[in-house]
């Protein structure tokens, strides 16, 4: 048969039309254009081929008013590091893009006084399915309450569970920076210095943990001239650099809590000629671009940000994904994983 294009008497297609050509109700259409599991294959390509002969186009104004939503997701940041929203971002795309929802990211206040009057205006104005909060706003309970009070789906992102696994997708960063420094220690490093992240972050607070419990096995302790502050961003990696490495006993490793923070202690390194690794040996946390955009490349903690983007629509909007799409919430917990390069070596002494 060849493909219609127009449905009666040349008219644009509708639902009707579509149940008409395929013997089905026109809720049984809409189950199908809305990607319900509860259809036999049978009955979905009858109602793909009508579809498809009538070149039918589902309204999507239509569809927002049924569902009483928009075909949004929204991404609630508000975080130093633009890869790692970016990379978010990345993941979530991934999981929509055969679907017919779209991305909304907002960029929010956490220390405003109006944080939770914001989001409640963008959820009602913008209407979204469901929310997305990376951290640290994900470590907000009140935020999570507000979306349960607006009937808005959410998903909290975190270094830790944060939530109940339908509502979390979470890391082990403090198990795997132990593991890391571990291995600085096995290599013979004693004197080993750390960058934070910023205060406040669920993630800073998990990083420094696993940092101090893998000394503290070692029955090491961290100096407190060597605990450098930090906010994630390269000019803080500069700042600690500089404070760490004008020592007169500097540390022969530094851990540093993220990438952009590493990448600016190496630049420091390079600037005194100290040998990285050689004379010091550096980590990072996020495998990043930049972890291998710089020279040596970075041995780092690779967080799975861009595959928690994607978990995170999956447990959010199985329903709008297709079949197949739901996943156990047993597997909320994706683990960050040591990534070894050119940046660490035994400490001098030991060459």
Same mark, same amino acid.
């Given at each position: 048969?060849?493909?219609? *294009?127009?449905?009666?008497?040349?008219?644009?297609?509708?639902?009707?039309?579509?149940?008409?050509?395929?013997?089905?109700?026109?809720? %049984?259409?809409?189950?199908?254009?809305?990607?319900?599991?509860?259809? %036999?294959?049978? %009955?979905?390509?009858?109602?793909?081929?009508?579809?498809?002969?009538?070149?039918?186009?589902?309204?999507?104004?239509?569809?927002?008013?049924?569902?009483?939503?928009? #075909?949004?997701?929204?991404?609630?940041?508000?975080?130093?590091?633009?890869? *790692?929203?970016?990379?978010?971002?990345?993941?979530?795309?991934?999981?929509?893009?055969?679907?017919?929802?779209?991305?909304?990211?907002?960029?929010?206040?956490?220390?405003?006084?109006?944080?939770?009057?914001?989001?409640? %205006?963008?959820?009602?104005?913008?209407?979204?399915?469901?929310?997305?909060?990376?951290?640290?706003?994900?470590?907000?309970?009140?935020?999570?309450?507000?979306?349960?009070?607006? @009937?808005?789906?959410?998903?909290?992102?975190?270094?830790?569970?944060?939530?109940?696994?339908?509502?979390?997708?979470?890391?082990?960063?403090?198990?795997?920076?132990?593991?890391?420094?571990?291995?600085?220690?096995?290599?013979?490093?004693?004197?080993?210095?750390?960058?934070?992240?910023?205060?406040? #972050?669920?993630?800073?607070?998990?990083?420094?943990?696993?940092?101090?419990?893998?000394?503290?096995?070692?029955?090491? *302790?961290?100096?407190?001239?060597?605990?450098?502050? @930090?906010?994630?961003?390269?000019?803080? @990696?500069?700042?600690?650099?500089?404070?760490?490495?004008?020592?007169?006993?500097?540390? *022969?490793?530094?851990?540093?809590?993220?990438?952009?923070?590493?990448?600016?202690?190496?630049?420091?390194?390079? @600037?005194?000629?100290?040998?990285?690794?050689?004379?010091?040996?550096?980590?990072? #946390?996020?495998?990043?671009?930049?972890?291998?955009?710089?020279?040596?490349?970075?041995?780092?903690?690779?967080?799975?940000?861009?595959?928690?983007?994607?978990?995170?629509?999956?447990?959010?909007?199985?329903?709008?994904?297709?079949?197949?799409?739901?996943?156990?919430?047993?597997?909320?917990?994706?683990?960050?994983?040591?990534?070894?390069?050119?940046?660490?070596?035994?400490?001098?002494?030991?060459?």
């Amino acid at each position: 048969m060849a493909a219609q *294009t127009r449905g009666p008497g040349g008219r644009q297609p509708t639902i009707n039309d579509v149940a008409a050509l395929a013997g089905v109700s026109k809720k %049984t259409v809409s189950r199908v254009i809305n990607r319900s599991e509860f259809l %036999t294959e049978k %009955t979905r390509a009858a109602v793909e081929k009508a579809i498809e002969q009538l070149g039918f186009v589902p309204n999507p104004q239509a569809r927002a008013l049924a569902f009483r939503r928009n #075909f949004l997701i929204a991404l609630l940041h508000d975080n130093p590091n633009a890869q *790692t929203v970016l990379n978010f971002q990345r993941g979530v795309l991934d999981a929509i893009k055969d679907s017919d929802l779209a991305l909304l990211v907002r960029p929010v206040d956490r220390g405003s006084d109006k944080l939770l009057d914001d989001v409640r %205006t963008f959820l009602e104005k913008q209407r979204p399915i469901g929310a997305m909060l990376l951290p640290p706003i994900s470590e907000n309970d009140e935020l999570a309450a507000l979306c349960e009070d607006l @009937g808005v789906r959410y998903v909290r992102i975190g270094s830790a569970p944060l939530d109940d696994a339908k509502h979390c997708i979470s890391s082990n960063d403090r198990e795997v920076v132990a593991a890391a420094v571990r291995g600085l220690i096995a290599l013979g490093h004693r004197r080993i210095g750390f960058v934070r992240g910023p205060a406040g #972050f669920r993630s800073a607070a998990e990083r420094e943990k696993g940092f101090l419990e893998a000394l503290a096995e070692a029955g090491l *302790t961290l100096p407190p001239e060597l605990n450098a502050p @930090g906010n994630y961003r390269y000019a803080a @990696g500069i700042e600690a650099g500089e404070a760490l490495l004008a020592r007169a006993d500097p540390p *022969t490793a530094i851990f540093c809590s993220n990438d952009e923070m590493a990448a600016g202690v190496l630049s420091v390194a390079h @600037g005194k000629g100290i040998k990285v690794p050689a004379e010091l040996s550096i980590i990072g #946390f996020d495998d990043s671009p930049t972890a291998t955009h710089i020279w040596p490349a970075l041995s780092t903690v690779r967080w799975p940000i861009r595959e928690m983007g994607a978990r995170a629509a999956q447990i959010l909007v199985p329903d709008f994904l297709g079949p197949g799409a739901k996943v156990d919430d047993e597997d909320n917990v994706l683990p960050s994983t040591l990534v070894e390069r050119q940046s660490v070596a035994p400490p001098p002494d030991r060459l």
